[in-house]
């Protein structure tokens, strides 16, 4: 999500990594949401791929890199992926009736 213009260049993918982000940050880590989430995406699926925020996020991968202790990691990841989330706060009712979308 902090390089859609390489791994977000389609609306399938974009609505990939959203859903997915989405769905980790509001749901939780459940594997057979996200898998459904890539199911749904299978084959061709017509989405419309809406404009990127310009901010990414406060945090980066950069910010992850200290935490040495396993506490420290997964709360430093969480918070980065919050923080990516947060960027993407124009597209959070899309990644929404997305993920509703792959549940109808």
Same mark, same amino acid.
């Given at each position: ?20 982000? !989405?769905? +980790?940050? =509001? ?8 898998? $459904?989430?890539? #199911? %749904? ?23 992850? !890199?200290? +935490?040495? =202790? ?8 969480? $918070?980065?992926? #919050? %923080? ?21």
């Amino acid at each position: 999500m902090q390089h859609p213009e390489r791994y977000c260049v389609s609306a399938k993918s974009l609505a990939a990594h959203l859903t997915g982000l !989405a769905w +980790a940050i =509001e749901h939780g880590i459940d594997e057979r949401g996200l898998r $459904a989430l890539h #199911r %749904a995406l299978d084959g061709r699926v017509d989405l419309a791929k809406p404009p990127l925020p310009a901010s990414r996020g406060a945090l980066t991968i950069a910010d992850v !890199a200290p +935490a040495a =202790e396993t506490e420290a990691y997964t709360k430093a990841v969480d $918070a980065w992926a #919050r %923080a990516t989330w947060d960027a993407y706060a124009p597209l959070h009712e899309t990644a929404r009736r997305w993920i509703e979308r792959a549940f109808a």
